[in-house]
């Protein structure tokens, strides 16, 4: 007999969809096998099955298909102990939600192949005509019905549904709060909800699993709702969980009154009862509409079939130029004919303009701000190296103050360059092992606030400039940052360079450490009065505080309700983590005084903006936007588990750990910055509902979509390993450190290709063991030997230094800000610098008795990937030290034949002295 697949406890998996799919997955294994066995052997198996089949039953209530009829006759089948028909529908159901053909096909909802043909007009009636071109979605209805009558209430459903109807919904139902709120969590399908007057709280459901997910995500005292409140109540933790999701109320009282209460800012519509059934029907039609809209890439489409004459500067449009060329028409074959016919230089037709949008630019970027949960948001065709510089200069002024992480992209250095504010350099914590930084903790950023405060420059500090997540995964808390700051400064504007996290939003985990979520959340929290009684108690207690003293550090400061303002800024590279074409990024707005600096910030814009930007790039924008609006959430979710699954595989796998390993939580992120102690996400190691507190509370977080893979032990530096998948493996990926890569998944990535990645590690570390048990002692110790010089000979990671007297206004202050845009034109001229050979001995002369070495211009070496030295800073031994331990290929800003280039000593002059 097939010795069965292996059985993980549901508890055991990041989400129930993928728990789901799994005891499917065992069930058909198991189904096949009784379906081939005999005897006492068949006996066992079918038990096996029973007890697969009594754990996925009560799941599936929280989703339309396979749906009451179909799992019905399959427990017929098993109760008649008709294994063959048992294991044919196991396997069309398992095969159907896989491929997700019950979505376009109706014979998925049939119970037997055969039937197909003859029931084909049965079925099309039953359910209406299912079409590849209308999408298809679920809607949950919450009612007080009971459950026999919800195939009546299907039924009612799906005779509402018209040939004209642009998609195809299924109706689940709930009959009380808790299925209600775990059908949101664990259906991604939902992209509506009912609410009918009258249902319950209590789950009758006997699973202590589905209590468990509820106790991740709910946090509600029943003493403080009432129930005719229960409607309410439900829709805001809906859209709390999911704010994608439209929600409707259905009530048989007051609804007019109902209508005009706070408590109904959740809900997209309220209906009396069921007087207007197909007012129902179509609302929520109309509200999936509203999000599958796209109005620049639809206008441009139509756009692309209209009969036009060309007579602007591209000739490219309309592809004449490429098609009827006798020698690049290879080009056309290659991009086909759409590229070319939706290509224009032209604002007028109904295309816009990206510069002054009036029309379906400006309505496309409106859904973004909605979608992504800002005020305003702006699009970006030049990458969000662009997005950063047009912020930092917008909002920055000559002489202001910005704190900046010194590890951000070179952009925000760029960006001060260009604005003339006056960096000050917070430092990130460092993790040496690995070559790279974390994140900047809050106690940094407070001292920092304070030591202007106690200079009397707490006026100039304008911004704080933060990255989040970083690079190698490292979630800020910005709820915590932004309310700690502000206690300081109530007026800061914040800058979250968010290029790698701009999914983030559409997942439930992740939203909380965003941006724009912890903006809102922060002005409803500063507006309840509730918070104004805790600021009182806490004034009360500690009184204006003094900038000197050590205990601010470790305090958490509240700001006064009174003075504080929102002011948030998110960048995000659309491009990297959603369907966008390359150079797709946004700027996504949450500031209350936006109207201070509207005229700067568009002024920003129209400096960076190309007035030729791409029409392609603009609409991908668009569609991006649509995507994740209906069915982000379920990409993102699938994304998180393929990384679970390959952390999991890797480190627990015998072979593969033995050379590779993927960093867990608390290797990534020191213990006194993670308050809950979990170091490492998920059994055996921590309980989920554990993680999910951990991720709202602990100061930082670790991304488990970004994996920093340890290839070092294995002899490998991160280069050579990154060079070594690409050419002959076909596994891409962009960022290294001096022993280890960067893997991440995303949207685009499945379980083929993470059984490809493991499949090459496995082959990889197979040859390693056959070289080291095949070449003898010297091999071993050769191999030991390049193990230990990248993962314990590494070089220390410099700080920032300072700048240079001659680009600080005062050379005596505590404080390191300095002017870096006076240093970087400064060395425009060349007779105002010289180059200082890296391993020469006038760099060791100098550095040892001086006079002291300035950089000139920006030193970036990939990895790691951030500026080493500005213009404007002292160049240290340290900094000098770890150049010349780096053994990378591309340092941007620096020529190994002419050496460092620096300023001469003779133009240094101190402003003082000056």
Known sequence: MPKPKKRTDLRDFFSLAEGRRDRWSLLNDRARTWAQVRSRAAEKVKGEAVGLLSEIIPLEGFYAYPGSRVLGILKERLNDDNAEGFAHLTQKILTALLSESFRRETAAWDTDEEAETAAGDRLEAYFGKMDAHRPYFEVLSVTPSPPGNWEKNRQ?????????????????????????????????????????????????LDMPLLKEQLARHLKIDLNEVAPRHLGLTLAQVIKHLRPEIDIYLLAD????????????????????????????????????????????????????????????????????????????????????????????????????????????????QDKAARAFGAQKAFFATNGTSTSNKIVVQALSRPGDIVLVDRNCHKSHHYGFILSGAQPLYLEA?????????????????????????????????????LTNCTFDGHMYNPRQVMEECLAIKPDLIFLWDEAWFGFARFSLFHRPRTAMAAAAALEARYRDPAYRQEYEAFKAQFGSFDPADPALLDRHLLPDPDRVRIRVYHTHSTHKSMSALRQGSMILVYDQDFHQVEEAFHEAYFTHTSTSPNLQIIASLDVARRQMELEGYDLVMKASELAFDIRREVNSHPLLSKYFRILSNGEMVPRELRASGIADYGPPDSAWTDVLEAWREDEFALDPTRMTLVCGTAGYDGTAFKNLLAEEYDIQLNKTSRNSILLQTNINNNRSDAAHLIKVLADLARKIDRRLDEGGAEVRAAFQSRVQSLM??????????????????????????????????????????????????????????????????????????????????????????????????????????EGLKVFKSEVLVPKAAA
Not at 280 to 299: A, V
Not at 433 to 461: F, N
Request: charged letters at 25%; hydrophobic letters at 40%; glycine letters at 6%.
């Open 156 to 204: 009612e459903v799906r005779r509402l549904r018209r040939p004209e109807d642009p998609f195809i919904y299924e109706l689940v139902q709930a009959g009380n709060f808790e299925d209600a709120v775990a059908a949101v969590i664990v259906n991604a399908n939902l992209q509506a909800v009912a609410l009918y007057d009258g249902f319950g709280y209590r789950s009758p």
């Open 253 to 364: 009282r007051d609804v007019e009154e109902l209508a005009g209460s706070e408590g109904t800012t959740a809900i997209r519509r309220i209906f009396y009862d069921l007087e207007e059934l197909m007012e129902i029907h179509l609302s929520i039609l109309e509200g999936i509409n509203q999000r599958y809209d796209t109005p620049y890439f639809s206008n441009l489409k139509r756009y692309s079939q209209r009969p036009v004459g060309t007579f602007h500067a591209l000739p490219v449009a309309r592809g004449k130029s490429i098609f009827k060329s006798n020698w690049i028409r290879d080009m056309g074959h290659f991009y086909g004919i759409n590229l070319f016919l939706a290509e224009s230089s032209a604002t007028t037709g109904g295309l816009d303009s990206l510069l002054e949008p009036t029309g379906n630019i400006k309505e496309a």
């Open 429 to 465: 914590y460092p993790l040496t092992a690995y070559s790279m930084y974390g994140a900047v903790p809050l106690r940094t950023i407070k001292k920092a606030l304070l030591d202007l405060q106690a200079e009397g420059k707490l006026d100039r500090a304008r911004m704080v400039d």
């Open 792 to 897: 314990t000979d590494v070089p220390d990671l410099p700080n920032f230094s300072r700048f240079h007297d001659a680009f600080r206004d005062n050379p005596q202050s505590a404080t390191q800000e300095g002017h870096m845009r006076e240093a970087f034109y400064l060395a425009y001229r060349a007779e105002h610098c010289e180059h200082v050979k890296l391993r020469g001995p006038e760099m060791d002369e100098r550095l040892e008795k001086g006079p002291e070495l300035v950089s000139a211009n920006l030193v970036i070496p990939y990895p790691p990937g951030f500026p080493i030295m500005v213009p404007g800073q002292v160049i240290t031994r340290e900094t000098v030290e770890f150049m010349r331990k780096l053994d990378v290929k591309e340092i941007h800003g620096y020529n190994a034949a």
